[in-house]
T-cell receptor, first 111, second 115 residues
Framework: RKEVEQDPGPFNVPEGATVAFNCTYSNSASQSFFWYRQDCRKEPKLLMSVYSSGNEDGRFTAQLNRASQYISLLIRDSKLSDSATYLC????????????FGTGTRLKVLA | EPEVTQTPSHQVTQMGQEVILRCVPI?????FYWYRQILGQKVEFLVS????????KSEIFDDQFSVERPDGSNFTLKIRSTKLEDSAMYFC?????????????FGSGTQLSVL
């Protein structure tokens, strides 16, 4: 099983749609979880951290399910500028500071 | 916001040549990383560095690779004898104190092309 697994997509959605991405991770002792956004040939940029209780930042909502070892990202009211690759990132178990990236899920928001 | 700086932005080299990729992490950060991303593929962990030594490395980080923090500000990745398959975008990253939920700060990357 891959350490961090994502559906690569692409997800093609119309403007205004709601879209959700999931990510699963294999190490049950993982400590920290993040969603990063990557535009073509640019560096990853933090979209949001994912907390145990779930968290929201404007149109973006992240959830963590430790029992099932997955995290999710929900984007409401999609905008053209949301078109990017969304990377699930998991920090390792206690004592390690290795951040592991999923393959990313590509989102295209269509006019 | 503070930035991680990488130079050069592009590097073209011949197979078998040595390259050094340079990074200036954020000044008060303590943990440093190199990642690489082959075109169309995932961001892959290469190595992490703390307290002037390697703390973790991946199977990709073989004897051809080395890292150094020569002067307290620069953090370099050296590839001794480049191969065609080393062509990739190399990202430097850093975090502060290694606390829970600390985000990785990335540089803008060096695109390495091995001919």
């Amino acid at each position: 099983r891959k350490e961090v697994e994502q559906d690569p997509g692409p997800f093609n959605v119309p403007e205004g749609a709601t879209v959700a991405f999931n990510c699963t991770y294999s190490n049950s002792a993982s400590q920290s979880f993040f969603w990063y956004r990557q535009d073509c040939r640019k560096e990853p940029k933090l979209l949001m951290s994912v907390y145990s209780s779930g968290n929201e930042d404007g149109r973006f909502t992240a959830q963590l399910n430790r029992a099932s070892q997955y995290i999710s990202l929900l984007i409401r009211d999609s905008k053209l500028s949301d078109s990017a690759t969304y990377l699930c990132v998991v920090n390792g178990a206690s004592g390690t500071y290795k951040y592991i990236f999923g393959t990313g899920t590509r989102l295209k928001v269509l006019a | 916001e503070p930035e991680v700086t990488q130079t050069p932005s592009h590097q073209v080299t011949q197979m078998g040549q040595e390259v050094i990729l340079r990074c200036v992490p954020i000044s008060n950060h303590l943990y440093f990383y190199w990642y690489r991303q082959i075109l169309g593929q995932k961001v892959e962990f290469l190595v992490s560095f703390y307290n002037n030594e390697i703390s973790e490395k991946s199977e990709i980080f073989d004897d051809q690779f080395s890292v150094e923090r020569p002067d307290g500000s620069n953090f370099t990745l050296k590839i001794r004898s480049t191969k065609l398959e080393d062509s990739a975008m190399y990202f430097c990253a850093s975090i502060g104190r290694g606390e829970a939920n600390e985000k990785l700060f990335f540089g803008s990357g060096t695109q390495l092309s091995v001919l």
